[in-house]
């Protein structure tokens, strides 16, 4: 059988991304990705290998398979439910007006995130409402713990695959891949410090310090313009790598820093 699909898979990380989980997969015999074409060809070989496999394979690295070039000549099917609902979809769109189609393109793109920071601030929201006063380091302290147990979960839920994803962008993690591994338990352990009140000072300073070394990260890919998944939220959800990304880590390290000034004795 021999596949060639158009996808996304834009540079060599992207292919370093995905390596592993085509890779690992026994049907296939040999692939490659051609990312100098402008439809970034990934050509499968394999016996037995439908193209809903492959679509899983790179979708759990990231990325996307958008669209059929190539199918076997055995009259197997191009077509799978990933690609007929991805096509319908963005016929639909098409349909809409420019205008409106670009905002609900992005709430749509970013809809668990949005879902998940509103959740957020309509809990801490609740707790000062109950506490009978606004207190903005509470609020934060307590916004930060719910942000970093949430989004450590998502990660949890697929470590390996976090990990290989985060490791095309996150500075860090693309000089020592084991970090990848280790990212979700930082952030869950700095969530459980946030919730405990444990050692306000070195829990902002440490997540002063993540943040920054995140931001890095994410600054070069936006200025590269490198079309990736962004990780925050694991594999789970397929979320671009975007100015959104930017500033949820610069808000992070921006409540870290305002803690940290104001601290008793600082």
């Keep these: 059988m021999l596949w060639k699909l158009k996808t996304n898979l834009n540079c060599g990380n992207c292919v370093a991304a995905v390596t592993p989980h085509l890779n690992s997969e026994p049907n296939i015999r040999h692939w490659s990705v051609a990312t100098d074409d402008p439809r970034k060809i990934l050509t499968v070989e394999g016996d037995q290998i439908s193209l809903q496999r492959i679509e899983q394979l790179v979708a759990a690295s990231g990325f996307r398979v958008l669209e059929v070039l190539e199918r076997p000549a055995d009259g197997s099917s191009g ?7 991805t096509a319908a979809t963005e016929s639909l769109v098409n349909l809409t007006p420019a205008a409106s189609s670009s905002e609900r393109s992005f709430v749509a793109t970013y809809y668990p995130l949005l879902l998940i920071v509103g959740y957020l601030l309509g809990i801490v929201g609740v707790m000062e409402w109950r506490a009978g006063e606004f207190h903005a380091e509470r609020a934060m302290s307590n916004f930060m713990s ?18 290989t994803s985060y490791q095309t962008y996150d500075l860090l993690a693309r000089a020592v891949p084991g970090y990848g591994l280790v990212y979700p338990f930082l952030e869950l352990a700095l969530g459980g410090a946030y919730l405990s009140g ?9 997540t002063l310090a993540l943040m ?7 600054t070069q890919a936006l200025l590269e313009k490198r079309k990736i998944q962004c990780a ?4 789970v959800f397929n979320l671009p ?3 959104v990304t930017f500033v949820e880590d610069a808000l992070m390290a921006a409540m870290a820093l305002f803690m940290l000034l104001n601290l008793p004795g600082h």
């Excluded at 719910?146 to 990990?163: I, P």
């Excluded at 444990?198 to 440490?206: E, L, S």
């Excluded at 925050?232 to 594999?235: A, V, Y």
């Design 79 to 85: 077509a799978s439910p990933l690609t007929e609902t």
């Design 146 to 163: 719910g942000f970093f147990l949430a989004f450590s979960f998502f990660k949890l839920l697929d470590l390996r695959g976090f990990a």
């Design 198 to 206: 444990w050692q306000p000072f070195w829990t902002n300073a440490f």
């Design 212 to 218: 920054l070394l995140g931001l890095a990260g994410v």
């Design 232 to 235: 925050c939220l694991g594999t």
């Design 241 to 243: 790598m975007s100015k």
